[in-house]
């Protein structure tokens, strides 16, 4: 046996090892990959296989009659409502107003309590409990709140501003939805925002204020650009979760007055059980998942753009 | 330690997927439905009765329907009748769930009229062929109710109209004369307006009601007192028709006694009754069932033939509730006796041995009905006489149409913008171009 042929054989063996290591290796990532891959293929992407079949199809309410397939139909039926035009245009109206308000007003009030704010836990505390409160519990309480006779209109005729109509006016229901659903958000959203700034090093203002640095280009050149992990995923997350909302349309104005609060999310839910229309029901949620996946891919391009920049 | 590539993990990953579809795939049902049921099997109302236990569903509860039910056990003493009770709101999803299961459980349930035609199309109900015979029992509008495709669906046990009631101390507050009870002499709408207008700045709290605001049962007279359609046309009543002339003119006066005032906003359905039994209200439109809850209370009422509208024909909102027969029942001939126990025996022996009065289908057990206490002081007479002029004569069915739920969902919606104050023109087009959209399945 030559020396070269020794080694290969020695080779081969290890490579034998190796490879059956990493088949081992390949079972047991299998076994403990399984549970989460099993809760992604029944709660995500069967719904969502579901959905696009179903919305190819059209059927008479109730379960007796058979579906016949009918292509894009649905689709081409929904866009040519001028009724559903207006809810998809409402719900990117909605979005585009309320996600970047949010945002902004949660760094605002994370950067300012991270200051040394005297009891700054304790106002922290405050703007965190709308969120362990249920949804359908705030929504009511607002309700009441926002009631033409209610408390906030008692305030306002006190200080002179005078009654408003709120959730009975199409002018102001969508703006009041903001206002619920901001409540509840802004804390939220201030929670991730605020561990992201406290993990920012202290020794970078402390450098910036060597240098001389205004408050406002410290803000810029350290926070922003060392906030930005956190602020892209609170963009992404928030983005999601305004444009499935749903609970306070549902509870508060059943999507009027005049249709003024008929954002697509509860149209969907409206369509399939309001009035046992399942497929189309099922296109609207295609349409609002594309709609949603295009705005968060924009955000992961924006993300992965700056990476390169770095 | 060896750590997987990429696409050793991405490996992993789709091998855990697949194993996941395969348990997917057990638990995934047969989404085809069956055949459409409905087709007629071959049964009679036997003459003699089989020995069998039906399942009934109803809104009914337990105590309004055991009397009814131990009449009927005692009658037919071979056939025991099982009583499920479930919420008004929940009996069309509950219905649609056990009909289809095929496992004829329920025999026979309560079954919404505007609602029928839809029912029938969805193979949900059994062809009633064997009852055609008695149409005659009934009066013609509420037998009518049951047709759909010339075909008999359903059996009517109970009718409906709508009366005016009036509180006689508010109006002579107001210094107003009470309503005329002829029926050739009514109120117009207009009058009803400006005099609930009246009394309420005479201190009533609120001039005039509507029992069911912003609900097309009560509001469809108003526009086909004008010559306008039942709100849909063509094939199959599959055509919104809601945006005539006629129609615009009725939701323009509806916006304006709440522009006006006469009329109050953010009042709801339940909230209505309350309010007129506790004097708050000068003039109600209402339905019968507000008479038994008027003779308990303080209020000094009196009661009026429906307005109409100036050189319009008089018409009112009618339909109730009718038997339907389970396509998949296992005992068909039982439930034949029972449903013809419930609404033709002796008048209708659900009218006849239901403790609470309900108007009747039958012009027998409107005599059974009228007789119930309550009609025999002065203004319970006129109320009477009313009643029993309007359901023979100016009644008119919600419109028939297997889209009547969306129809029902999308109308209500629209007389609710209007009530707060959207211009009706435009409020009933996009009304009907959402209703297009939602009728689009069954074209």
Known sequence: MTTASRLGSGLKARRHHRNRARRRQLFWTVIFLAPAVVALAVLRIAPTAQAIFSSLYKAFPGGLVPATFHGLGNYQTLFADPAFVHTVLLTLIFNLIINPVQILLALLVSVLLIQRVALAGVWRTFIFIPVTIPIVGSAVAWGAALNPQGPVNAILSAVGIGNQPFFTSPRQALASIMIVASWIGIGYWMLFLTSGLQAIPTELYEAARIDQAGPISTFFQITIPLLRRQLLFVLVADTVANFVLFVPVQLLTNGGPQSSTNLLMFDAYQQTYGYGSRNLGAAEVVILTVIMLVFVILQFRLLREEEVTE | ?443
């Open chain 2, 1 to 443: 330690m060896i750590n997987l590539s990429r696409r050793e993990f991405g490996l992993a990953l789709l091998a855990s997927a697949a194993a996941s579809t395969v348990g997917l795939s057990g638990c995934s049902k047969d989404g085809g439905a069956g055949q459409a049921a409905g087709q007629s099997n071959t049964w009679t109302i036997p003459t003699k009765d089989p020995t069998a236990t039906i399942k009934l569903l109803s809104i009914e509860d337990k105590d309004a329907m055991q009397p009814v039910l131990d009449a009927f056990e005692k009658a037919h003493p071979t056939i025991k009748v099982q009583l499920q009770t479930v919420p008004f709101n929940s009996l069309n999803s509950t219905v649609d769930a056990h009909v289809t299961s095929k496992t004829g459980d329920p025999d026979v349930y309560w079954a919404d009229q505007p609602r029928i035609a839809a029912l029938a199309s969805r193979g949900e109900l059994e062809n009633l062929a064997p009852f055609e015979k008695y149409k005659s029992d009934f009066d013609a509008a509420t037998y009518t109710a049951g047709i759909y495709q010339d075909k008999l669906w359903a059996l009517p046990i109970a009718n409906s109209t709508q009366l005016l009631y009036y509180n006689v101390d508010l109006l002579h507050k107001a210094k107003l004369k009470a309503p005329s009870p002829s029926v050739d002499h009514r109120l117009t709408w207009e009058q009803l307006a400006a005099d609930a207008l009246q009394a309420k700045k005479a201190g009533a709290q609120n001039g005039m009601t509507f029992g069911q605001f912003d609900r097309y049962y009560q509001l469809e007279c108003l526009p086909v007192q004008l010559g306008g359609s039942v709100g849909a046309s063509g094939k199959d009543n599959l055509t919104p028709d809601f945006t005539s002339e006629p129609w615009i003119k009725a939701m323009q006066w509806y916006g304006s006694i709440f522009k006006s005032g006469a009329a109050p906003r953010g009042m709801t359905a339940d909230q209505t009754d309350p309010a007129f039994l506790a004097g708050k209200v000068a003039y109600t439109v209402e339905g019968p069932w507000l008479l038994p809850s008027l003779q308990t209370s303080k209020v000094h009422w009196g009661v009026a033939p429906q307005p109409v509208f100036p050189g319009a024909k008089p018409v009112t909102a009618m339909g109730s509730w009718s038997l339907g027969m389970n396509p998949f029942s296992k005992n068909k001939e039982a439930t034949a006796i029972f449903m013809k126990f419930m609404s033709i025996d002796d008048g209708s022996g659900y009218i006849k041995y239901r403790a609470a009065p309900e108007l009747p289908a039958t012009p027998a057990g409107k005599k059974i009905y009228f007789s119930k206490p309550g009609f025999d002081t002065p203004a319970g007479k006129n109320a009477q006489q009313i009643i029993d002029y309007e359901t023979t004569h100016t009644g008119v069915a919600r419109v028939k149409t297997i889209g009547y739920i969306e129809f029902e969902t999308i109308m209500n919606q629209a007389f609710s913008d209007i009530r707060n104050g959207a211009d009706p023109k435009k409020t009933l087009d996009t009304a009907s171009q959402k209703l297009t959209t939602q009728w689009a399945k069954y074209k």
